[in-house]
């Protein structure tokens, strides 16, 4: 009854009588039915997004490649709507937070709609360290940002290009937390492959991971510090992006939220006054009331308009 869709059973009643039933997809935000196990009927409820027209929307293909060390990796290209196989594209590196056990599922993401909608391919990959593959994938990616971690989104990045699916002279990497940590870390590591960046609620120097936000501030928030990150402060300086301005060309935006408490504002305030100071031009958004996200609808408009016109600046089809 609903190919290409994902159906799952989020709630019953005792008897197993009746169910609820979440029915989604890539282009489908999704919507709830009542399953009768008598009648064997579903009875539609509520739909979330009802002004989506899943027809109009990007259909996400799911991709699986090789990193430099023969681990295999998997992720999701996203295309233009309409633009089924389409080449030599403006890319989006859209790199996912947490890092560890979280991931990037097949599933309506409505920042990578808007992005697909400008004309921009999504490419979004589950590097080591990321939730879903076992414990040894997991465990692969601790201590391993700016390492392994990272080498995991160049290397899918450059897939995208051997493909032909990227045009190598547009390609912008983006993320948030960990992600803008990606984005920024990308820049400065590989300073020929990206023409912009942007650092949303991102970490850019290691060492305040062990000072300031909530993290630090319980014991189990300590261990997990020392698991991912280690302690040697010499090696977190060097994996900072902050650390390694002298070999940035991307251009660069940075997206702070003021009452951000896992990734304080002085992350984003200290990069912004070191890019101000080597007189770097580079584009700020800042919200006092935010946290870790925008979450305000007129904040997350701005937002979303600000990234927008970047992109169309740097990547955009006239470049």
């Known amino acids: 009854q609903f190919p290409g869709e994902e159906v799952r059973f989020t709630s019953s009643t005792r008897d197993g009588g009746k169910a609820v039933v979440f029915v989604h997809g890539d282009t489908d ?8 196990a008598t009648t064997k009927k579903l009875s539609f409820l509520l739909a979330r997004r009802p002004w989506i ?3 109009q929307m990007a259909p996400m293909q799911p991709v699986e490649f090789a990193a430099r060390d023969g681990l295999r990796l998997h992720g999701y290209l996203t295309r233009p709507p309409g633009q089924a196989g389409a080449k030599n594209l403006p890319l989006v590196v859209y790199v996912h937070g947490g890092p560890y056990g979280i991931r990037d599922r097949w599933q309506f993401d409505p920042d990578v709609q808007a992005l697909a909608s400008r004309g921009y391919a999504v490419l979004q990959v589950n590097f080591r360290g990321s939730g ?10 601790l201590r391993e940002w700016g390492g392994k971690m990272q080498d995991d989104v160049t290397d899918a990045t450059h897939w995208a290009v051997t493909q032909g699916v990227a045009d190598p002279a547009r390609i912008c990497i983006f993320g948030g937390s960990y992600g803008g940590y990606a984005a920024l870390e990308g820049a400065v590591k590989e300073p020929d492959l990206y023409r912009c960046a942007i650092g949303y609620a991102g970490v850019y120097d290691l060492r305040l991971m062990y000072t300031r936000g909530d993290i630090p501030q319980t014991e189990y928030g300590e261990n997990y510090l020392k698991m991912a990150l280690g302690e040697d402060r010499d090696e977190l300086w060097d994996r900072s992006p902050i650390a390694h301005l002298d070999r940035l060309k991307a251009r660069v935006m940075l997206i702070v ?21 080597r007189h770097v031009e580079h584009e700020w958004l800042y919200e006092r009331t935010e946290g870790h996200g925008f979450y305000g609808e007129g904040n997350r408009t701005e937002l979303l308009q600000r990234v927008l016109a970047f992109l169309d600046a740097q990547i955009g089809p006239k470049h």
């Open 53 to 55: 027209k899943p027809a």
């Open 29 to 36: 935000p999704g919507a709830f039915y009542l399953y009768d």
């Open 257 to 277: 939220g003021g009452a951000d408490r896992r990734v304080p504002p002085l992350q984003g305030e200290n990069l912004h006054a070191a890019l101000l100071k």
């Open 132 to 141: 879903g593959y076992g414990n040894a994938f997991y465990r692969a990616g």
